[in-house]
């Protein structure tokens, strides 16, 4: 089993670094993709300290252009998704989690199918901040669950029709400050535990190497091609999932 969690790891880092080096939204195909080998809660223990790596090189690279309104009327929101993605974690069945993760995950990846497909065109328009707070609702929830929270946030940041470099960089400082919201949280879960902490470590290098190679391949990839066959898999893991834990509940 071991050779099994490796190598289905090793492909999900590859694919946060490079969610996190341009290729946005991609990322949230990593943590169900590894529920598949040791269950959710696992998955996600394994994957955030991973991201915590990840987000202090994307931060280096993108610091320079991000939009601070959208960040600061997200970001209470996003505290509160967490707060209530916390509840559900701690008091709830395993199976419970994973079905939640593959709903979640469904939902989310048939809402980027269908944009995907559309190729939405459009002129930019200023959302409501109201918006703004829901979306970081529930990108903090999805994010706390799912390590999933790019559909949320794409909601609201997507219609303003922000600049490449502007929507990258906004997006990882936003994630890269959830994240560390999601700090308390995991390590009251027991998520932060060596074995898990040594996994990331033996992960780093991957971690790096992926988020670096992202934002240099952002440039000369068919993004939407690419994110259009992600999507496709993740759709299949998601049923996946759901199916694994109705199985667990019976």
């Given amino acids: 089993m071991d050779w099994l969690f490796y190598a ?35 998955a996600a223990g394994f994957i955030f300290p991973i991201l915590i790596i990840q987000d202090a090189v994307a931060v280096w690279m993108y610091k320079r252009e991000w939009d601070r309104r959208i960040v600061s009327i997200m970001v209470p929101g996003a505290a509160i998704g967490v707060w209530l993605a916390y ?19 469904l939902v989310f990846a048939t809402r980027q199918l269908v944009i995907s497909l559309r190729n939405m065109q459009g002129q930019p328009r200023p959302p409501a901040a109201a918006l703004g707070v829901l979306s970081g609702v529930g990108a903090g929830f999805t994010s706390m669950i799912a390590h999933a929270g790019t559909p949320p946030f794409q909601l609201y940041v997507m219609p303003q029709k922000l600049s490449r470099d502007a929507y990258i960089g906004t997006s990882v400082i936003f994630f890269a400050l959830l994240n560390l919201m999601k700090v308390p949280a995991f390590a009251m879960l027991g998520q932060l535990s060596p ?25 000369r990839v068919d993004v939407v091609r690419f994110n259009f066959v992600i999507t496709i898999i993740l759709i299949g893991v998601s049923i996946t999932l759901i199916i694994q834990g109705l199985l667990g509940r019976l």
């Fill in 87 to 105: 509840e559900l974690a701690s008091t709830v069945p395993e199976w419970i989690v994973e079905i939640s993760l593959g709903v979640i995950s």
């Fill in 195 to 219: 074995q898990h902490l040594l996994s990331a470590l033996a992960f780093a290098p991957i971690a790096i190497g992926s988020s670096w190679l992202g934002v240099h391949l952002v440039r």
């Fill in 8 to 42: 289905v790891a090793g492909v999900a880092v590859i694919i946060l670094g490079l969610s996190k080096g341009g290729f946005a939204g991609i990322g949230m195909i990593s943590t169900p993709m590894l529920a598949l080998v040791v269950g959710p809660v696992n």
